[in-house]
């Protein structure tokens, strides 16, 4: 059977994920040119974005398409593979932990961007930045445990739980780097973390643009 062919507009939405990763490494690569100064082997990437770094509008134009995209990716594939029953319960159930965890990160973020980059964390705004980053990380290596225990699983995608042991390995280099390595190297490690969610939102969108396979295992 020719899948190009069967293809309908929610498999067609699964490119977004593309974009999705494809706009959020432009805004990496390139939105330091408007920050003179900006060392992006010890800053966070978040610096790039705060409501006082000189980088915010460009920014803001390179990724005006990685928060929408992102969300209509995930949001997408979460409703493909529950319609179509998409592996087992286990996959289907980390994926829409791994959906929550973009929502909350398209919205906390936005809300509570950092007001200050480069400063110390003081105030609500920067507080409650903290705590959604806190809330990301979590969600994502939850999800991404329950997604390799189900790729390994009888009736899992073992494509998907591949990507997604390398995903949370990357998330861990991320996570335990910044704490283990000299500040002067702290923003090499974090992006580490920062590429890993991204990169596993367009992986699950190549995978729906793919239909899954529309295997199903109840």
Known sequence: MD????????????????????????????????????????QAVSDLSAETAPSR?????????????????????????SEKKISTKLFRIGVYLFAVMNWISGV???????????????SF?????????????????????????????????????????VALFMMMVGAIGQGAVPTQYFGIVERFSVFAAVGFNAVLGVYLFNGFGESSAG
């Open 57 to 81: 509008m460009l920014w803001n134009q390179l990724a005006a398409l990685y928060g929408k995209c992102s969300l209509v990716s995930v949001t997408c594939v979460s409703i493909f593979i």
């Open 125 to 165: 705004q920067e507080v409650m930045h903290m705590v959604v980053t806190m809330l990301v990380v979590l969600l994502s290596i939850i999800s991404l445990i329950l997604l390799i225990i189900a790729g390994f699983g009888k009736g899992g995608l073992r494509g998907t739980g591949i990507l997604a042991a």
């Open 3 to 42: 899948k190009k062919r069967n293809r309908k507009l929610i498999n067609w939405l699964g490119l977004t994920g593309i974009v999705t990763l494809l706009s959020y490494a432009a805004a990496v690569v390139f939105s330091p040119l408007a920050y003179p100064g900006y060392n992006w082997m010890a």
């Open 108 to 122: 906390g973020y936005t809300m509570f961007p950092l007001a200050d980059s480069g400063k110390e964390i003081a």
